[in-house]
């Protein structure tokens, strides 16, 4: 049982990180095709700072299943989400000292690779853990 509830769960998250690093390429061409090459870099800058530490925290949190390792679990939650965070504010804080001139396309494309888990579920109209 806790291992076919982790398969769904890292199936659901595996599609959720594939609709948010499609939704953040689809927003670097459109500034590649719109504005120009700085503009298109800044925003898969942003996408790295959307799309990496959510695949990390999914990695981490659905390495291990079981009722017996609730600990362990709880444990590889909670670490996982400090290294999230951690790894997202070292990537925008790099994009903003390399794209100084203009950080919008990448805070624009990030703030659109995290509206993905707000917006798929309403989509679907389906409940999170049947996408």
């Given at each position: 049982m806790?291992?076919?509830?982790?398969?769904?769960?890292?199936?659901?998250?595996?599609?959720?990180?594939?609709?948010?690093?499609l939704v953040c390429i689809v927003c670097a061409a459109t500034y590649y095709l719109l504005v120009d090459k700085s503009a298109a870099l800044s925003s898969l800058m942003g996408a790295i700072a959307c799309v990496v530490p959510n695949w990390y925290f999914a990695s981490k949190v659905f390495a291990t299943s079981g009722a017996s390792r609730a600990r362990i679990i709880l444990r590889s939650f909670y670490i996982g989400q400090v290294i999230k965070v951690l790894i997202t504010i070292g990537v925008i804080c790099t994009g903003l000292a390399l794209f100084n001139d203009d950080p919008t396309p990448m805070l624009l494309t990030f703030i659109l690779g995290l509206m993905v888990y707000r917006v798929v579920p309403l989509l679907n109209n389906k409940p999170l853990k049947s996408i």
């Open positions: 806790a291992l076919q509830i982790t398969t769904n769960g890292r199936r659901v998250a595996n599609r959720l990180i594939a609709i948010q690093s």
